[in-house]
T-cell receptor, first 112, second 113 residues
């Protein structure tokens, strides 16, 4: 079963708008990570947030984590056409393991 | 810069063939992973290794085996390829610390005819 489930499955916005993607998970985690995948390529790590953190920023990215609701969100501000990609959250299947479980992803399309 | 290299971007094989997918990382990472990615199913873990000669089954190991004879190299083997193994295969590596991200190769798109 999938640990991380992203929502929505697909998102289409205009350049300059903000994009928000959500991830829900089922069990306790040590950390949660967000990755981007351009079409036909491997995944690229964006940001890692630990279970004792509530918010983290990296450039135009803002990630929040609510462990009480077992959910996280990724906000991309002032989106660009180059942000068009699939975005995945990944959670460790139990604390301290090397094994991560990826969701099915959100496909983001930014229209110029 | 961190680098995970998969031997082929595209590969076409026939049913019943033995197929080897190779992955090499240059970051001295302890952990290495093989995933397959299918539309609507996301990434599913096939096998992972946390040290040389060590391997652990992931969620979908059936029909696959792995080999890790050297720290930098992790091979995925399809013993007798079948059409349902047509997929995108992604290799990743990470340090032993579970609070570190995984680094991915560009993937191998494998077609079994």
């Amino acid at each position: 079963s999938q640990q991380g489930e992203e929502d929505p499955q697909a998102l289409s916005i205009q350049e300059g708008e903000n994009a928000t993607m959500n991830c829900s998970y089922k069990t306790s985690i040590n950390n949660l990570q967000w990755y981007r995948q351009n079409s036909g390529r491997g995944l690229v790590h964006l940001i890692l947030i630990r279970s004792n953190e509530r918010e983290k920023h990296s450039g135009r990215l803002r990630v929040t984590l609510d462990t009480s609701k077992k959910s996280s969100s990724l906000l991309i501000t002032a989106s660009r056409a180059a942000d068009t990609a699939s975005y995945f959250c990944a959670t460790d299947s139990f604390i301290g393991t090397y094994k991560y479980i990826f969701g099915t992803g959100t496909r983001l399309k930014v229209l110029a | 810069d961190v680098k995970v290299t998969q031997s082929s971007r595209y590969l076409v094989k026939r049913t019943g063939e033995k197929v080897f997918l190779e992955c090499v990382q240059d970051m001295d990472h302890e952990n290495m992973f093989w995933y397959r990615q299918d539309p609507g199913l996301g990434l599913r873990l096939i096998y992972f290794s946390y040290d040389v000669k060590m391997k652990e089954k992931g969620d979908i190991p059936e029909g696959y085996s792995v080999s890790r004879e050297k720290k930098e190299r992790f091979s995925l083997i399809l013993e007798s390829a079948s059409t349902n193994q047509t997929s995108m295969y992604l290799c990743a590596s990470s340090p032993r610390d579970s609070n570190q991200p995984q680094h991915f190769g560009d993937g191998t798109r494998l077609s079994i005819l």
